[in-house]
């Protein structure tokens, strides 16, 4: 099939490469010239696992192409996905311009049936008013269909590739074959196809991440309580996750929940629940209990070092707001760092990916290391804010001869407590016992 994909950013460019995959021919639409003359270059934009390989593959190959040439771009597509971005608006609901802007530059462009999918996480009802635009702009015959993603970054490829479900929203039967068609391969091996209505389609994308959201904020709940009351929360997370109906996935304690998806959608979840005059109470106490969770393990340190760490360093590893991306967007990084700049102290970073995005955005405010060893060298104490591979299992003995003072404040949970003791660290992690 031939399609087009405006917006080609981390869903826009993993829709397209694996779009393209499984022999559709895919033209990658998106405004950022700098950024289309990368990747007709054969330069991939983003870090993501995998995705480098399909990339090379399927441009080689001429199925994948890329162009800031909206007309060009759609010109032969018999499918137009739209993955742009929602971002929050100044009131926290999603802001559909990218999404009504494009519909509009694609209505005023083409001259046949066409199937316009929203890949974007949207509110319900903006299928209707994408649908609107059209209608005022074209006699043309359009249908519009929702098409929400549940890939996860850093395990993009897969998600994709082998999604635990495909939900396509539409009534009308021409686009439901057309798509079904598209997603076959995908679901071959037995996951289903969900077929509903557009605005069942809108919330089901909402409702997922909500409950995501819901779920591990309900579990650095259950943590800081374990805290109080001397619980161990990775033996309450094993005991209540061995339970299907609750499941052991999403259930890890942290610094609160970031990223792209999470933070933005259930706000604006809970403010489209606003406009329909619903309060939808659980939200508010996810987002409100999240805010908090994020300067958990500066209240930690401020708290150990009697509240001043004014000419104090600081080694911190990790940035991104999870492993395996290079994505900072709502990093809880981000926010100590803030914290900690404010309060008067030095950090030294290391991330495997995301060093170069937090450099763009922070510029010298941080020092930035070679290594996770570097980033020691002088520290009054370490702490970690992404679960990278490469801090988990460290050389503790070159730790030690690094490190100031053998204190670790560990938002991941990534050690053992009598390997701590053994040690002879101070180490306070989320939820369980603080060891010295
Ligand atoms: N990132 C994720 O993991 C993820 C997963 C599922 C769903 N989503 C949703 O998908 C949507 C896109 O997210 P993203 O992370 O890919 O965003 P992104 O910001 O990475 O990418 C958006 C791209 O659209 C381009 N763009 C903006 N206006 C354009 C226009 N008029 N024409 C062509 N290109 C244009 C931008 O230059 C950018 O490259 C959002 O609604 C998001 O909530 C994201
Ligand atoms: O047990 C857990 C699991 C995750 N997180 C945090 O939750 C956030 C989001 O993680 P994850 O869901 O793995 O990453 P995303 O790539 O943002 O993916 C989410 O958001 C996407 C965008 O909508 C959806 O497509 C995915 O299904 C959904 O998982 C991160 O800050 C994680 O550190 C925890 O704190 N504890």
Known sequence: MKIAVIGTGYVGLVTGTCLAETGNNVICVDIVEEKVNKMKAGQIPIYEPGLDVLFHRNIAQGRLSFTTNLAEGIKDAQIIFMA??????????????????AAKDISKLIT?????????????????????????????????????????????????????RVVIGTKSEKAQKLMGELYAPYVRQGNPIYYMDERSSELTKYAANSFLATKITFMNEIA???????????????????????????????????????????????????????????????????????????????????????????ALWGLAFKPETDDIREAPALYIINDLIAAGAEVVAFDPEAMENVRALLGDKIKYAKDQYEALEGADALLIATEWSVFRNPDFEKMEEVLKNKVVFDGRNLFDL????????????????IVS
């Open 84 to 101: 742009l971005p929602t971002p929050p608006g100044g009131d926290g609901a999603a802001d559909l311009s990218y999404i009504l802007g």
């Open 112 to 164: 046949e049936y066409k199937v316009i999918v929203n890949k974007s996480t949207v509110p319900v009802g903006t299928a209707d008013k994408v649908a609107a635009v059209f209608k005022e702009h074209t006699n043309i015959e359009v249908d519009v269909v929702s098409n929400p993603e549940f890939l996860r970054e850093g395990v993009a490829v897969d998600d994709f590739m082998k999604p635990d």
């Open 224 to 314: 800081n309580l374990c805290e109080i009351v001397g619980a161990d929360v990775d033996a309450v997370r094993k005991g209540i996750g061995s339970d299907d109906r609750i499941g052991k996935r999403f259930l890890f304690p942290g610094i609160g929940y970031g990223g792209s998806c999470f933070p933005k959608d259930v706000q604006a979840l809970e403010k489209a629940a606003v406009e329909h005059k619903y309060d939808f109470k659980i939200l508010k106490a996810v987002m409100d209990v999240n805010e908090k969770q994020k300067t958990i393990l500066t209240d930690k340190v401020l708290q150990y070092f009697k509240g001043d760490v004014k000419g104090k360093k600081f």
């Open 418 to 433: 009598q390997k701590m003791i053994d040690l002879g660290y101070y180490y306070n992690s989320i939820g369980r016992k």
